[in-house]
């Protein structure tokens, strides 16, 4: 497991990819982790920083995927080249990769982590749903995947027997796990701290509270039952 | 001067670095039962600070003893201090009476849950309950909801706690985009860069009424802030939500504390203690010049 660093990172890019904003940074010393993990990026002007998974690992880039919808995310949308901000990472444990018939799922702005997840794997078969035309514009980073547009749901395209690795809104979270119940998930909670010292992301695991930012984001299907999180950005 | 966190603020377990980088670590509360906390969602930022309704989440006091302190103890070199939780003077007195250990460098009485906010009559009694059965530096957690802090303060003391921790959490809600509270338990602790004006406050108002050390925290988040609060008549200090941004946050306040200290040609924190409370006109007796 990569040791988590702090450091200073210029912006090389802000992409606008449909509604959503790809945030390019220098890498530095940081280690871009394992698929599934994530870094805290201070949100210029807000207090606390905002958890966001690894999308791509360019050579001497980190690249996060954003939603600009609330006040911290749009502070990072709004960043322009050559402007500095923290990065923290990579933390919490990222996807098991060790599987036989990858299947990657994703949905919304849960596909975030899935490109970096996808080279990593080799470029798997996925499936990707979104909610409009303009919000599939992000199915771009991978090219390869299957595309779904509500009312059409990502699970109405899952082919059967795969080993499934998924990230999205809880309840295509739910649904994933109903029909492949040993699906490793990444889930979403707020977070301070990112770290495990705020004990503000706990989601119900195995019947008790635990800190998601320690347990997971990516939880498999030993962990995962009964989880209720609130598994929605409470500060974005 | 000792930097410490503020209780609740991190997990040594998780982050032994950032704990080893202080001068002592404060455990989260410890109660006499296991907590599990609320429900999400514990967590909410404002713009100028955070709310948190975490529930006094731990492990309760068997397990503390039993398990995590001797982990603590293994894990971190600085002094461990035990935040000490209850909903009565005898709870309390309990838990102290229980903390023999060498590894507890000193205990802090979490004296800001809901059943003693604003009851200094209280507070003093949990104190004295406790100083009757523990020898160990005993510290007490001040709420800044206290009417008359001068008051709380004289006593506190007067019960004999050796030193005192102000300000905890003020209480705090806000309202989502459908006007519901944010946090599941409607309100909770507000904390952060907000606070600042009101630890220099309560700092203030206590040093005037006692001698006593005191930890001052409160939104510090810079050396300047921890300079403050040292001009105000604070003896330590403690950082709280500016751990959660940035963990590095010891070693940066310390060395620019130092560079401050250097500005203003003084030798050590020291020098500034309570510096702030010199300078006050009082109301209706203005002094001449």
Redesign the interface.
């Known amino acids: 497991m990569s040791r988590p660093r702090?450091e200073r990172r210029s912006v090389v890019a802000v992409e606008a990819i449909g509604p959503y904003v790809l945030l390019r940074v220098t890498r530095g010393s940081l280690d871009p982790g394992i698929p599934g993990q994530f870094f805290?990026l201070?949100a210029p002007g807000?207090?606390?920083?905002r958890p966001m998974s690894l999308c791509l690992a360019p050579r001497g880039e980190l690249a996060f995927l954003l939603d600009p919808i609330g006040?911290?995310t749009r502070a990072l949308a709004g960043l322009e080249p050559g402007d500095e901000v923290?990065v923290?990472g990579p933390l919490g444990n990222g996807f098991r990769l060790d599987v036989e018939r990858p299947l990657l799922v994703g949905g919304g702005i849960g596909i975030a982590p899935l490109p970096y997840l996808a080279e990593a794997l080799e470029q798997p078969p996925a499936v990707l749903g979104f909610r409009s035309e303009h919000h599939a514009e992000a199915a771009a980073l991978l090219p390869s995947a299957e595309v779904v547009i509500d009312p059409v749901l990502v699970t109405d395209a899952m082919p059967a027997g795969r080993d499934v690795l998924a990230c999205g809104p809880e309840p295509m979270l739910e649904a994933v796990r109903a029909i492949a119940p040993d699906a490793q998930l990444a889930w979403e909670?707020?977070?301070?701290?990112g770290?495990?010292?705020?004990?503000?992301?706990?989601?119900e695991i195995d019947g008790?509270?635990k800190r998601l930012c320690?347990e997971g984001p990516v939880l498999g299907v030993a962990s995962a039952q009964g989880l209720h999180?609130?598994g929605r950005p409470?500060?974005s | 001067m000792l930097l410490l966190n503020a209780s609740?603020?991190?997990?040594a377990l998780?982050?032994p670095d950032?704990a080893q980088s202080l001068d002592a670590f404060v455990t989260?509360t410890v109660t006499p039962e296991p907590r599990?906390?609320n429900?999400?969602?514990?967590?909410?930022?404002?713009?100028?600070?955070?709310l948190?309704a975490?529930g006094l989440?731990n492990p309760g006091r068997d397990t503390f003893l039993r398990e995590t302190l001797p982990r603590l103890a293994s894990t971190v070199d600085v002094p461990i201090w035990v935040s000490v939780g209850g909903f009565t003077a005898r709870e309390y007195a309990e838990t102290c009476e229980q903390l023999t250990h060498d590894e507890v460098a000193c205990i802090e009485l979490n004296l800001s849950c809901p059943n003693v906010d604003e009851a200094p009559e209280s507070a003093a009694e949990i104190v004295r309950a406790c100083r009757e059965v523990t020898a160990k530096p005993l510290y007490a957690k001040v709420s800044p909801h206290a009417w008359d802090m001068g008051e709380s303060v004289r006593a506190i003391e007067a019960a004999g706690a050796d030193g005192l921790s102000l300000i905890n959490t003020l209480r705090g809600t806000t309202l989502d985009a459908h006007l519901r509270p944010?946090l599941s338990r409607g309100a909770g602790g507000y904390s952060?860069?907000a606070l600042r004006p009101v630890a220099l406050a309560a700092v203030s108002a206590a040093r005037r009424a006692t001698q006593l050390p005191i930890v001052g925290m409160g939104g510090v988040e810079s050396g300047r802030h921890a300079l403050e609060l040292i001009a105000c008549g604070a003896t330590h200090v403690a950082l709280g939500?500016v751990?959660?941004?940035?963990?590095?946050a010891p070693t940066r306040v310390r060395a620019e504390l130092a560079a401050e200290l250097k500005m203003f040609g003084g030798d050590s924190a020291d020098d500034f203690f309570g510096v702030a409370l010199d300078a006050v006109v009082s109301a209706g007796n203005p002094q001449k010049h």
């Open positions: 702090r805290m201070e807000r207090v606390l920083p006040p911290g923290h923290f909670a707020p977070m301070a701290c770290y495990g010292a705020c004990y503000g992301c706990v989601v008790e509270l320690v999180g609130e409470c500060f | 609740g603020c991190l997990d998780t982050a950032v989260k599990e906390g429900p999400p969602v514990r967590i909410a930022e404002t713009e100028f600070g955070m948190n975490i989440a944010t952060g860069p939500t751990l959660f941004a940035d963990p590095d």
